[in-house]
Nanobody, 121 residues
């Protein structure tokens, strides 16, 4: 079983930065792919970024490439999402997720409760 707790959301002006953190528990963290997803107001949840078990392979949705960076700390069981040059369209509830698979995948098995990011124009 994996438990995930997100933090770091908040209100930021367009062009600003935020770093989201996800604290994970569970013995399988270091062998699990991890991801960040988001759900904008009134829209469906979408993938943002995924990182494989080692941190050496990542995936980003086109809309965040060059602005967001996903990373992980396998010793302390953290996953991060550094978000720069934020835009109003990045406003969403951001979810941390974990997969039973080790390599980059869109299929996640465990979810956090989410943290709200609001970008003002």
């Amino acid at each position: 079983q994996v438990q995930l707790v997100e933090s770091g959301g908040g209100l930021v002006q367009a062009g600003g930065s935020l770093r989201l953190s996800c604290a994970a528990s569970g013995r399988t963290f270091s062998s699990s792919a991890m991801g960040w997803f988001r759900q904008p107001p009134g829209k469906e949840r979408e993938i943002v970024a995924v990182i494989n078990w080692s941190g050496r392979s990542t995936y980003y949705v086109d809309s965040v490439k060059g602005r967001f960076t996903i990373s992980r700390d396998n010793i302390n069981k953290w996953v991060y999402l550094q978000m720069n040059s934020l835009k109003p369209e990045d406003t969403a509830v951001y979810y941390c997720a974990a997969s039973r698979q080790a390599e980059v995948t869109t299929g996640m098995d465990y979810w956090g409760k989410g943290t709200l990011v609001t970008v003002s124009s």
